[in-house]
């Protein structure tokens, strides 16, 4: 997939566990986990909403789109 979550990279500047993010915004840490790893086909923006909240970040930290190469 082109588009890129780097969750786990906006987790560590902000010295924050998956396991609070998950119990903030209301999300098992599975599903967070595979988030995490990319492995989800959509994600809500109500969300991505929750997350930027307690993340204090914008979606464009946290998503990346990498072309991919033919």
């Known amino acids: ?9 906006m987790l ?5 566990k998956s396991k ?3 119990a903030a915004i209301g999300i098992t840490e ?5 988030l995490k790893q ?9 969300t991505l909403d929750a ?4 993340l204090e970040c914008q979606p464009g930290d ?3 789109h990498e072309p991919e190469v033919e």
Do not use: T
């Open 38 to 46: 990319g492995k989800v086909k959509g994600l809500r923006l109500a």
């Open 30 to 34: 599975a599903n967070l986990s595979l």
């Open 20 to 22: 609070d993010l998950a």
């Open 51 to 54: 997350i930027c909240q307690y």
């Open 12 to 16: 560590a500047r902000r010295k924050v």
């Open 62 to 64: 946290l998503l990346i």
């Open 1 to 9: 997939m082109s588009i890129v979550i780097q969750l786990d990279v």
